[in-house]
């Protein structure tokens, strides 16, 4: 007998379609599998086997051979032991093979026959529906409500093995989906309203929430920088559609808890440790390509806090996905590509006794410069934002009024945010030169200021574009005209502190 199932592979973040043939027929019993399997799919073919006997089904002991097509690429095991149960149990006549056809399937089963979450559902569905938009998918509980999300019409459940047998043998009604409370709730977002004084580090913030762009934080150790960039997210907009289906495919294909409903709306933060590998930072190893870190943070926020202790290759690593906004991945056997769109902040001591400034530093010269060579290199340029935030005073900690709270903040972020969009232009930190002459025309006195920077070599070319994109973020948020003015201008300036004055880079 011969059986066919419709099931799906996960490559990166996409999910490719797979069928699974299956043959049952005379000769030595044996089990072969063909078309490209991995040894992840010799792990599933033992769990299949055990799950099945333990549920009391029985086993064909004749000859089983299964083909996983298309034949061009390798089939990772991963989400196929149901498909290939199901498969068999089709072609060895203990389910009649037409009542398969409505149905695709995605699981992994335990060895009692129980299902369980499978990474990737939510691409792998969506793979199955594009190819062939009438098929239902069968998944795990867990995997529902992912699934739901790219599927408008029915999903349905496999809670075991058994169970499954008696919908599609005996009729059986399907069983209910879950209550959504099985998921995880979200933690609470730490409040920028925690944050005492600070004044310069709290604007930068929203000026990098509001016109996307990168933030350096550097300065003593204690002063608050990570207690800073944790606040970032909060004041970032709920995710659009788009990239919350986006994200939502990332940090299934990761594996990483979904909230309720499957969607992420809320942006995302990353903050790998700088002993993260560089697989683990941009993804990729094995066939599977897993996503990392950067694309984990997709819609979101990467925070690298002590940034100075990355590695150097990953560092450059993540230039390419910071350019354009995806991860790409090449392997012999797949390629993959995934999204990475981010929000990068960085945190740093601006040297190695974390003093920096002059006589707040004991270090020598040749070892603040050393320190200093680690952290400089094309990443650096990125951020438009860097920010010396120093030691809040005993009066300002001791201060017990709470500061503006996130959610205030927010508003003026949204509003700001949407005043660039109708501009018809993308985020303020990615205006181009020409961009800047339209939308951030400098008013008579901004003009004064930048030409006298200029002037004194303070300002580069590439340093004035930065200014300017930051000084539209800046008048922005405060409701401002289409003029540059010389507030902003002065405010961005102070947002870019310069390396050789406080230690700090520029
Ligand atoms: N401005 C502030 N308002 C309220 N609490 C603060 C402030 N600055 C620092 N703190 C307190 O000090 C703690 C340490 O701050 P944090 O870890 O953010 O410093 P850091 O600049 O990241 O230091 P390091 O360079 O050592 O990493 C915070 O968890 C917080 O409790
Ligand atoms: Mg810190
Ligand atoms: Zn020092």
């Not at 996960?10 to 379609?17: K, Q």
């Not at 033992?46 to 549920?55: E, F, G, N, S």
């Not at 800047?436 to 200029?454: F, M, T, Y």
């Given at each position: 007998?011969?059986?066919?199932?419709?099931?799906?592979?996960?490559?990166?973040?996409?999910?490719?379609?797979?069928?699974?043939?299956v043959h049952v027929g005379d000769g030595l019993p044996g089990f072969t599998m063909v078309g490209l399997p991995d040894e992840t799919c010799r792990e599933a073919r033992?769990?299949?086997?055990?799950?099945?006997?333990?549920?009391g089904l029985p086993w064909p002991n004749r000859r089983i051979t299964v083909n996983f097509a298309p034949a061009g690429?390798?089939?990772?095991?991963?989400?196929?032991?149901?498909?290939?149960?199901?498969?068999?149990?089709?072609?060895?006549?203990?389910?009649?093979?037409?009542?398969?056809?409505?149905?695709?399937?995605?699981?992994?089963?335990?060895?009692?026959?129980?299902?369980?979450?499978?990474?990737?559902?939510?691409?792998m569905v969506a793979a199955i529906r594009h190819e062939s938009p009438g098929l239902v998918p069968v998944v795990p509980v867990e995997n529902v409500s992912e699934a739901r999300v790219v599927v408008e019409g029915r999903v349905e459940v496999a809670t075991t093995l058994l169970d499954l047998v008696s919908v599609l043998r005996d009729g059986t009604p399907w069983p209910d989906a879950p209550p959504e409370a099985v998921l995880a709730p979200l933690a609470a977002e730490p409040d920028l309203s925690e944050v005492r004084g600070q004044p310069l580090a709290r604007e930068?913030?929203?000026?990098?929430?509001?016109?996307?762009?990168?933030?350096?934080?550097?300065?003593?150790?204690?002063?608050?920088?990570?207690?800073?960039?944790?606040?970032?997210p909060g004041l970032l907009p709920r995710l659009d559609d788009h990239t919350a289906i986006e994200a939502m495919m990332v940090q299934s294909a990761a594996g990483v808890a979904l909230p309720p409903g499957g969607l992420v709306r809320r942006p995302p933060w990353r903050a790998p440790h700088h002993?993260?590998?560089?697989?683990a930072m941009v993804g990729?190893?094995?066939?599977?390509?897993?996503?990392?870190?950067?694309?984990?943070?997709?819609?979101?926020?990467?925070?690298?806090?002590?940034?100075?202790?990355f590695p150097p290759v990953v560092l450059d690593a993540l230039r390419q996905p910071l350019e354009e906004g995806v991860v790409r991945v090449s392997r012999a056997r797949a390629n993959a590509e995934m999204p990475a769109r981010v929000l990068l902040i960085g945190a740093t001591n601006p040297c190695p006794c974390g003093g920096g400034r002059p006589g707040e530093c004991s270090c020598s010269e040749t070892a603040k410069a050393k320190y200093l060579r680690r952290l400089s290199g094309p990443l650096l340029d990125r951020f438009d934002l860097r920010v010396w935030v120093g030691r809040p005073s005993p009066e300002q900690l001791l201060d017990d009024r709470p500061g503006e709270p996130s959610a205030v903040v927010r508003e003026r972020v949204i509003a700001a945010r949407e005043r660039a969009t109708?501009?018809?232009?993308?985020?303020?930190?990615?205006?181009?030169?020409?961009?800047?002459?339209?939308?951030?025309?400098?008013?008579?006195?901004?003009?004064?200021?930048?030409?006298?920077?200029?002037?004194?070599?303070?300002l580069s070319g590439r340093g004035l574009h930065r200014v300017r994109r930051v000084a539209r973020t800046i008048a922005d948020l405060r409701g401002g005209g289409e003029m540059i003015g010389a507030d902003e201008i002065l405010m961005a300036l102070q947002m870019r502190v310069d390396l050789a004055s406080t230690g700090v880079i520029a």
């Open positions: 007998m011969l059986a066919s199932v419709r099931s799906a592979n996960l490559v990166g973040t996409t999910g490719r379609c797979v069928t699974i043939e033992d769990r299949v086997r055990a799950a099945i006997l333990t549920c690429f390798r089939k990772s095991g991963i989400g196929l032991d149901l498909p290939l149960a199901v498969g068999i149990l089709a072609a060895s006549d203990t389910i009649p093979v037409d009542r398969l056809q409505p149905y695709c399937f995605i699981g992994e089963l335990g060895l009692d026959g129980a299902l369980r979450r499978v990474p990737g559902a939510a691409p930068a913030l929203e000026v990098a929430a509001a016109g996307h762009h990168h933030l350096l934080l550097s300065g003593p150790p204690g002063a608050g920088k990570t207690m800073l960039a944790q606040r970032l002993t993260a590998s560089l697989i990729g190893g094995s066939s599977a390509l897993k996503p990392g870190e950067v694309s984990l943070a997709h819609g979101g926020t990467l925070f690298l806090d002590e940034l100075g202790e109708s501009r018809g232009h993308g985020p303020n930190s990615t205006l181009s030169g020409a961009a800047l002459d339209e939308v951030a025309p400098l008013s008579a006195g901004a003009l004064v200021i930048v030409r006298n920077e200029l002037d004194r070599g303070r």
